[in-house]
């Protein structure tokens, strides 16, 4: 079945620092990628995605994520951290039909000033 | 563009009351439409998802409904809450396939059943 893990349901950087946010999956198919952003209390926004071509894909907000295949990865990096930034991050990989999404948990990002 | 609204924002509801939550999409035809739930530090749970008017697809078995009466509206109901049914629901809208397309996401409607 496919599946997608997103290491620590919190992670907490300082302001200016870099962001790490991990995103594993597994697919019997090659996925198309997700990564949205949910502020409190608010829908969820679309990040970024890989569909296909460049692995290395930039999003809104300075974000950006990096598709490996051979480690079954799409982790999302954005340089320096911002207060702004504090906010619920999920990904999500495509599922066996153009209705249906895998998600992960969800990431808390916590930024300390 | 497109626009998704839904309602209510906030809603507190006693057990065993009946329960709608609608969602509109504006600037779009013939959308793929979707409820999801989000529980406290659970993720996003589909609940229901629609090709097409009067086309309801159920993901879960719960004491949730959902129709499509007209192809940019969608509405959810219960005609009996659980204090389980509480949550934040989104309702998100899609075109096309993923690979060309995304979710398009409301606001979403706190529902607190007491």
């Known amino acids: 079945a496919q599946s997608v893990t997103q290491l620590g349901s919190h992670v907490s950087v300082s302001e200016g620092a870099l962001v790490l946010l991990r995103c594993n999956y597994s697919?019997?198919?090659?996925?198309?990628l997700f990564w949205y952003v949910q502020y409190p209390n608010q829908g969820l926004q679309l990040l970024l995605k890989?569909?296909?071509?460049a692995t290395l894909v930039k999003g809104i907000n300075g974000f950006e994520a990096e598709f490996k295949k051979s480690e079954t990865s799409f982790h999302l990096t954005k340089p320096s951290a911002h207060m702004s930034d504090a906010a619920e991050y999920f990904c999500?990989?495509?599922?066996?039909?153009?209705?249906?999404?895998?998600w992960g948990a969800g990431t808390k990002l916590i930024i300390k000033p | 563009s497109q626009t998704i609204h839904q309602w209510p924002a906030t809603l507190v509801q006693p057990v065993g009351s009946p329960l709608s939550l609608e969602c509109t999409v504006e600037g779009t035809s013939n959308p793929n439409l979707y409820w999801y739930r989000q529980a406290a530090g659970r993720g996003l749970q589909l609940l229901f998802y629609s090709v097409g008017i009067g086309q309801i697809s159920s993901e879960v078995p719960q004491n949730l409904s959902a129709s499509r009466p007209q192809d940019r509206q969608f509405i959810l109901s219960s005609k009996k809450l659980l204090l389980s049914d509480s949550g934040f629901y989104l309702c998100a809208w899609s075109v096309g396939t993923w690979g060309t397309g995304e979710l398009f996401f409301g606001e979403g409607s706190r529902l607190t059943v007491l």
């Open positions: 999500a990989v495509s599922g066996n039909s153009n209705y249906q999404l895998i």
């Open positions: 697919s019997s198919v090659p996925p198309y």
């Open positions: 890989y569909t296909t071509g």
